[in-house]
């Protein structure tokens, strides 16, 4: 089992920042990736960015080279930097651990970011 609890989230006007913080508890070495979704009203839930336990991360193009995923492994923690937000970034953001070997993610209870225009 592994738990996610997030925070950071918010209301922010458009050009602004927020970050987001994921802590992890449980049974993290079985963690292969941790990643941010979103789900905007109505729409399905989609992969904003993930980080594998090398490092390595990937973006959704939409937000290439303005959300920035990042880990400490000392404090279970990853994180989501999110500058020059936009309206049609608003949506529920979500933390996800992948567990590879046992075909299993896990969610946390999601934190809502609104961005105005």
């Known amino acids: 089992q592994v738990q996610l609890v997030e925070s950071g989230g918010g209301l922010v006007q458009a050009g602004g920042s927020l970050r987001l913080s994921c802590v992890a508890s449980?049974?993290?070495?079985?963690?292969?990736?941790m990643g941010w979704y979103r789900q905007a009203p109505g729409k399905q839930r989609d992969l904003v960015a993930i980080?594998?336990?090398?490092?390595?991360?990937n973006y959704t193009d939409s937000v290439k080279g303005r959300f920035t995923i990042s880990r400490d492994n000392a404090k279970n923690t990853v994180y989501l930097q999110m500058n020059s937000l936009k309206p049609e970034d608003t949506a529920i953001y979500y933390c996800?651990?992948?567990?590879?070997?046992?075909?299993?993610?896990?969610w946390g209870q999601g934190t809502q970011v609104t961005v105005s225009s």
């Open positions: 449980g049974s993290i070495f079985r963690i292969s990736t």
């Open positions: 980080i594998n336990n090398r490092g390595t991360t």
């Open positions: 996800n651990a992948h567990l590879t070997a046992y075909r299993t993610d896990y």
